[in-house]
């Protein structure tokens, strides 16, 4: 009796053992993960600065999409100055400021000479000292080879242009951003969807991934 129940008292402690040490593998697996998906901000400067968020595209696709600058412009906005408001915002951009997205907007439609000008030489008549400037390459809300389904697509290109004393220039640059909603659908497209919600979710989805180069964030999962 006494060395079964010793034996018994072994293998309780092995159990445990072995229940304890799966834990901690998993928090220490779960503490890994989390650090892994904090992702910093790639650009830093917006802090103290009053700041533009442009977007341009060609008259074809602002013909078929007419609130598609003001939308993914306001979209942009909206998520870095959430951040930049939060009670304890991070550092790199405590005051700063934006201009509001309908009066960019504005800007492009009273000056059309700026589609065709370099944007270094438009920014400094922003009266903004940052401007993040969106080009957009590509946009749809059904795939060209199969018009009757759904899945949006968004490729674009930004520039961060810093402007001191009447001069911009390039200061970040990322090319070739692109997304599709939804995400995991086939390529050919999908139904059950409609063009309404595919834009606002494209839109919705590249206004997070810009905005996301100004704002700490979690990486995406895989």
Same mark, same amino acid.
Request: a negative charge; hydrophobic letters at 40%.
């Given at each position: 009796?006494?060395? +079964?129940? +010793?034996?018994?008292?072994?293998?309780?402690?092995?159990?445990?053992?072995?229940?304890?040490?799966?834990?901690?593998?998993?928090?220490?697996?779960? @503490?890994?993960?989390?650090?892994?998906?904090?992702?910093?901000? @790639?650009?830093?400067?917006?802090? *103290?600065? /009053?700041?533009?968020?442009?977007?341009?595209?060609?008259?074809?696709?602002?013909?078929?999409?007419?609130?598609?600058?003001?939308?993914?412009?306001?979209?942009?906005?909206?998520?870095?100055?959430?951040?930049?408001?939060?009670?304890?915002?991070?550092? !790199?951009?405590?005051?700063?400021?934006?201009?509001?997205?309908?009066?960019?907007?504005?800007?492009?439609?009273?000056?059309? &000479?700026?589609?065709?000008?370099?944007?270094?030489?438009?920014?400094?008549?922003?009266?903004?000292?940052?401007? =993040?400037?969106? &080009?957009?390459?590509?946009?749809?809300? +059904?795939? &060209?080879?199969?018009?009757?389904? !759904?899945?949006?697509?968004?490729?674009? *290109?930004?520039? =961060?242009? &810093?402007?001191?004393?009447?001069? @911009?220039?390039?200061?970040?640059? +990322?090319? /070739?951003?692109? $997304?599709?909603?939804?995400?995991?659908?086939?390529?050919?497209?999908?139904?059950?969807?409609?063009?309404?919600?595919?834009?606002?979710?494209?839109?919705?989805?590249?206004?997070?991934?810009? @905005?996301?180069? !100004?704002?700490?964030? $979690?990486?995406?999962?895989?």
């Amino acid at each position: 009796m006494i060395h +079964r129940a +010793r034996a018994i008292g072994v293998l309780s402690m092995l159990v445990l053992f072995t229940a304890v040490l799966t834990s901690g593998c998993q928090l220490l697996g779960l @503490a890994q993960k989390m650090v892994v998906q904090n992702i910093d901000a @790639a650009y830093k400067g917006l802090g *103290n600065q /009053n700041t533009a968020v442009m977007v341009w595209c060609d008259r074809a696709m602002s013909t078929d999409w007419p609130k598609l600058q003001e939308d993914l412009s306001r979209g942009i906005t909206a998520r870095i100055k959430q951040a930049a408001d939060a009670k304890d915002p991070p550092k !790199f951009l405590v005051g700063a400021t934006f201009a509001l997205p309908e009066s960019v907007t504005r800007f492009q439609h009273d000056h059309p &000479e700026t589609d065709t000008q370099d944007i270094t030489t438009v920014a400094p008549r922003m009266n903004v000292s940052r401007l =993040v400037y969106v &080009e957009i390459v590509k946009f749809e809300t +059904r795939p &060209e080879s199969s018009l009757e389904l !759904f899945r949006g697509s968004i490729t674009a *290109n930004l520039k =961060v242009l &810093e402007v001191s004393d009447a001069k @911009a220039k390039i200061v970040y640059q +990322r090319d /070739n951003i692109e $997304l599709k909603y939804p995400e995991k659908a086939p390529d050919e497209g999908t139904t059950g969807l409609t063009d309404a919600e595919v834009y606002e979710k494209t839109i919705e989805a590249c206004s997070t991934e810009i @905005a996301d180069v !100004f704002v700490p964030h $979690l990486a995406p999962e895989d």
